[in-house]
């Protein structure tokens, strides 16, 4: 699959600097960079963005961990001290020639540093700034530490998960940060567009509680609308809160397979020659009152036959299913093949980093690129001089 070029990507000439650290604010500056945009990251002299130390295991890249070079790969760094005169006049300088700020510190602290919403915008009126906090600006949460697990665990998400008889469990996955800076992102590109139609500048603002909160927005409409009754999660082969029999993960003879939907329960026991279940062919509703009855009756036959088997008798009649994959098997999938979703970075022209691409396309080309994540205030020179430049010019 051909790599769209840097010139014909959307926000080509756009300038973004990124004050953001750890992985909710970088992720949103990561999306920006792969549709085109130059994001600058500003980072801690000597220090640096505290992510490039966080380790989700003991692979070392060029001396940074591998979750850094992946949330921070096609940016430029820059070092500044925010309390020395002559770093925050070169910021100055930057911001006001900038497109877009990003920032992610506790509510309070960008303010205290002189670089809140009110002061860039008085420096840069038509400024677009993102800002991403743990559970909002105002309010007793409000200084508690942003961090993923915790925003996870107030949120409600972890009584959705699992089954009825398991302590309440987190998603595997960083998905309070990953939600929370793609929607950051979206706004900004909102707020972008809104600044071409009218010329305004914005400030962008969203929380880790607010994206896990509209991650939820299905589940807890329904939950608003039916008397706020708490939803019971299954007992069996537990999938979702929500849903019945047979929704949900079965072991096979071999190894997993999911269920989804099926036209009906009479159908769906056909197909797999199992009895017992005709009791519940004619109530509409006992999938869902009955769930863990009729899901221990499908499981035991399903535990017969190998995976392969079960799909080749349940696919073919549309039922909704598929094999559960490991990431080796799925790496192995033709699906996975096509869509053409790694690529290999290098970083001082031997050090090779195995990553992902953005997962939007564009006129039928990929958003890749081979820069990869910055040393720590490796562009300052060439970033802050540039800057005083075009200002000392305007």
Wanted: net charge negative; charged share 25%; with cysteine.
């Amino acid at each position: 699959m051909k790599v769209l070029p840097q010139s014909e990507r959307p926000l080509d000439g756009l300038v973004v600097v990124d004050f953001s650290q750890f992985l909710s604010g970088p992720l949103c500056g990561l999306k920006l960079a792969d549709l085109g945009a130059r994001v600058i990251k500003v980072e801690r002299p000597g220090v640096g963005d505290l992510c490039r130390n966080l380790y989700l295991s003991d692979t070392d890249i060029d001396g940074d961990n591998s979750l850094f070079h992946a949330i921070n790969r096609n940016k430029e760094s820059i070092t500044a001290d925010l309390r020395d005169p002559k770093d925050r006049a070169a910021l100055t300088a930057l911001i006001r020639g900038a497109d877009v700020m990003i920032q992610n510190f506790r509510p309070g602290v960008i303010e205290r540093q002189g670089f809140g919403y009110e002061t860039v915008r008085e420096i840069n009126p038509r400024i677009i700034y993102g800002s991403i906090s743990g559970y909002g600006e105002e309010g007793p949460w409000k200084d508690l530490p942003g961090q993923d697990l915790l925003a996870q665990a107030r949120s409600g998400l972890l009584w959705l998960t699992g089954s009825a008889d398991h302590a309440p469990m987190p998603m595997g996955l960083a998905v309070a940060d990953m939600l929370a800076g793609n929607a950051l992102a979206q706004g900004i590109l909102a707020a972008l567009v809104g600044r071409g139609i009218h010329g305004r500048g914005a400030h962008v603002q969203t929380s880790l509680l607010e994206a896990m909160i509209d991650f939820q927005f299905e589940v807890l409409s329904t939950h608003l609308n039916d008397g706020h009754r708490l939803p019971q999660r299954s007992a069996v082969n537990g999938a979702h809160a929500y849903l019945g029999a047979p929704y949900g993960v079965y072991q096979t003879r071999d190894g997993f397979i999911a269920l989804a939907m099926t036209p009906s329960l009479k159908v769906l026991a056909d197909l797999l020659q199992v009895s017992g279940l005709d009791h519940w062919y004619d109530d509409p509703k006992a999938a869902m009152a009955d769930r863990d009855t009729i899901k221990a009756i499908l499981a035991a036959q399903l535990r017969t036959r190998d995976t392969a088997d079960w799909l080749a008798v349940l696919q073919p009649a549309d039922i909704w299913c598929s094999e559960v994959l490991d990431w080796a098997d799925l790496r192995q999938t033709e699906a996975y093949r096509l869509l053409d979703l790694e690529q290999t970075i290098i970083r001082n022209g031997s050090v090779r980093l195995e990553t992902l691409r953005s997962p939007i396309r564009m006129n039928g080309a990929t958003l890749k690129s081979d820069r990869a994540a910055p040393e720590l205030g490796q562009d300052t020179q060439a970033v802050l001089d540039r800057h005083r430049t075009e200002d000392a010019t305007e």
